[in-house]
């Protein structure tokens, strides 16, 4: 049985490097697909419709043309299902970039956004090699909320001028960008434009309260093509794709351009790490797949960009959207996220004239209502409501990503999030360094262990920074039918260690072992229901003042068999 006490959670005996062999593909990745690979081929298709409107219109919105984000969702979402960490991701071009690939574009022009999509990929890898994934779960909630939010209305923005049929407004400013398309709107003859824009919102909107299986991103695109059809074909439309993938091509990598782009490189690199793992982390939860290797899914999107890059694509990371509709269609191998990629490689040989029709606008519908469905208002009323610190790293985050770039938006909102949690911990004059785990004394303990209980006493602060290593420590129990967590002498508590606390209660109930909470403040009690971690023990009368009675109360479970 795992040493439940007496363990420093701060030891590890990880190294800093990875295994070469460990990160490439292997036979396990394809268990069970001789079950599964119907299954994997009906989600790979629904994916595909879904992400075929999507990858359209990123790429129009950056100014690398459709044809680029067609590329990316091909070539990318291909080499990512067979090299990266997660049997159930799926890849492609992701929204948050497109604020750094059109600044490129803008500068460099689309051979600028080749030779960053390489850089950023060699980067990927050697932060593969390196094992640096285990460093991104010092994210805070807040930060990626923030984060999230502020990209979402950064792409509803970006959206403006194809909604209302006017030409982009020059500038780099999203905002300045969408309101000089407003003004421009009494000039211009768009009301076609506007119409099939709406159609498609709608289209989006009313598709999953009609059935769930219908892919509103179609079903949107198919409606607002045939309304432009029989009213305007004076609209923009996407025009004709080449058939096919274009011969591959190295782009420049001299010093000097190198020099020029490293540093949006860095940053691609950063959104790609960050993104995929969070979305591979989310499908976790989601999907009874093997839990996906995060240096591993590091080394598949890098090769997965260097590859896109080659044949004219821009960069890739995993796509939580995607990931998620293919999950909930059922996939169960990497078959799933391969096949999609092959499906649209067959749609970009045989159907290239169809595709040639559709409307920017309805693809700015379609983008718009993605945007919008990626913030979670409950997520949001939660964070706002827990506490003030990850209220105020919440929004400054969110402001951040607004009005700067991406990267700056995330270092601003860690910083804040710093300090307001060293200072909230320079309060306590009790609190220890670190969170710690520890036991109750030896004799008491040798008696419970026999009797399959296991009780954790935690002390210090419980916040992002060691959200995670608790989450690995408890996570480890086994051999026992009750946990007792003891949580009198935790001196700080926010939203993530809250929520981690509760992922700790779900998985280890999930298991069959029983979670009893002796002690928390009223303070951490009020921070623990409003993330919704009380919810998820078995029971509210699972919650105890006084150790004995929560010592006596885990004895009749045990003994209940």
Known sequence: MNQPAGVDASASDEHWWTTPLALLPQRADYAGLQRSWRRDLVAGLTVAVVALP?????????????????????VAGFIAAVFGGSNVQ??????????????????????????????????????????????????????VEGFTVGVAFIIVLQQVP???????????????????????????RSGAA????????????????????????????????????????????????????????????????????????????????I?????????????????????????????ANMASAVFGGMPSTGVLA??????????????????????????ALFAGSLVAEIPLASLAGVLVVTAL?????????????TTRSDAAVFLVTTGATLAFDLILAVEIGLAVAVVLALRSVA?????????????????????????????????????????????????AVSDVKVVILRLPQLQMLDATGARALGAIVEDLQRRNITVLLKGPSAHHLQVLRSVGALERLATERHVFADLDAAVAHARLHVARG
Not at 281 to 292: E, I, L, N, Y
Not at 378 to 383: M, P, Q
């Open 373 to 385: 469905r990626t913030i979670d208002i409950s997520r949001v009323k939660i964070l706002l409501r």
């Open 54 to 74: 999507l990858a359209l219109g990123l790429g129009v919105t950056t100014g690398m043309g459709a044809e680029a984000g067609l590329i990316t969702a091909i």
């Open 194 to 273: 506007v119409v099939i824009f709406v159609v498609a919102v709608v289209a989006m909107v009313l598709a999953p309260r009609l059935h769930r299986s219908i892919p509103g991103p179609l079903l949107a695109v198919a409606l607002a093509t045939g309304v432009s059809e029989f009213w305007s074909r004076g609209v923009d439309r996407i025009g004709q794709l080449p058939h096919g993938l274009p011969a591959p091509s190295l782009p420049s990598l001299s010093p000097g351009r190198i020099s020029e782009l490293l540093g949006a490189a860095g940053t691609i690199a950063a959104l790609a790490a």
């Open 90 to 143: 799926v890849s492609g071009f992701s929204a948050s970039m497109t604020v750094v690939i059109i600044t490129v574009v803008g500068r460099f022009g689309p051979s600028g956004v080749y030779t960053v999509t390489v850089l950023a990929g060699l980067l990927l890898i050697v932060a593969a090699a390196f094992g640096l994934a285990q460093f991104l779960v010092y994210v805070p909630w807040p930060v």
């Open 427 to 475: 309060k306590s004059s009790t609190i220890t360094a670190e969170a710690v785990v520890d036991e109750i004394d030896a004799d008491e303990e040798h008696h419970l262990l026999d009797e399959q209980i296991v009780t954790y006493r935690m002390s210090g602060a419980l916040f992002f920074g060691a959200a995670e290593r608790f989450l690995r420590e408890l996570l």
């Open 162 to 188: 194809a909604a209302l049929g006017v030409p982009k407004p020059g500038g780099e400013n999203t905002l300045a960008i969408a309101t000089r398309a407003v003004w421009r709107l009494p000039d211009q």
């Open 322 to 347: 995607r990931t998620a509709v293919n999950v909930r269609s059922g996939a169960r191998t990497r078959m799933a996220a391969i096949s999609h990629a092959v499906i649209l490689m067959l749609v």
């Open 275 to 303: 993104e995929s793992l969070m979305s591979a982390k989310v499908a976790d939860g989601m999907s009874d797949a093997p839990p996906h290797d995060p240096d591993r899914e590091l080394l598949g999107q890098g090769v």
